[in-house]
């Protein structure tokens, strides 16, 4: 159950960023509820697992591999729209790519991204890639960035969007911050992998 609420989120977010080149209040309106469903099933899909008991090391992959194309799709459609710098796709993808890369080759050698098994190793990497305050700040970050960029853009022409856009922005370069922030240890710390 867990992995199919981690593959519907990735099926949300597409429906959510596709409602976005209609350029409608409306659309926009359902692509900020399908933005804060897909944000929302992230946590779900992990609680579903503890709860029922599901936890396993494929289902951890599956959930950083689902994490990672949600966020892409966000950054890359918010830069094709000209919401946001193609700085921000293009770190996080590769980031994304570097970071995934390094884990995969410690998931071969039985450790994972987070939980008893962590790759990381030092008390700093594992605050700031594994530690519950780092996961959930990146992901508040993230999800009020995705969320109130696509607010902020509504087609009206209402005097809040502008307030909202400040917070949006705010939270966007945290959230980018973040992911480097969170990607460098783990790359880091990965010179163990390569012996």
């Not at 194309?69 to 919401?83: D, M, Q, S, T």
């Not at 519950?132 to 969320?147: I, P, W």
């Amino acid at each position: 159950m867990a992995n199919i609420i981690t593959i519907s989120r990735i099926f949300i977010a597409l429906i959510a960023v596709i409602l976005l080149f209609f350029f409608t209040v409306k659309t926009y309106i359902l692509a900020f509820i399908l933005t804060a469903v897909a944000i929302w099933f992230d946590g779900l899909d992990g609680y579903v697992a503890r709860k029922f008991n599901e936890s396993s090391k494929f289902g951890a992959m599956l959930d950083i591999l689902g994490d990672r194309i949600v966020e892409n799709i966000y950054w890359i459609v918010f830069a094709v729209l000209g919401w946001v710098n193609v700085a921000f796709p293009l770190i996080v993808v590769t980031r994304g790519i570097l970071t995934d890369g390094v884990r995969s080759l410690a998931f071969e050698k039985g450790y994972t991204a987070f939980g008893s098994t962590t790759m990381m190793k030092s008390k700093l990497g594992k605050f700031l890639v594994a530690s519950n305050f780092s996961r959930f700040t990146y992901a508040v970050t993230k999800a009020l960035a995705f969320g109130l960029l696509i607010l902020s853009h509504i087609p009206t022409s209402y005097n809040y969007k502008s307030f909202i856009s400040l917070i949006a922005y705010i939270c966007a370069y945290i959230a980018l911050t973040f992911c480097i922030v969170r990607g460098l240890p783990v790359l880091i710390e990965s010179k163990q992998f390569f012996k």
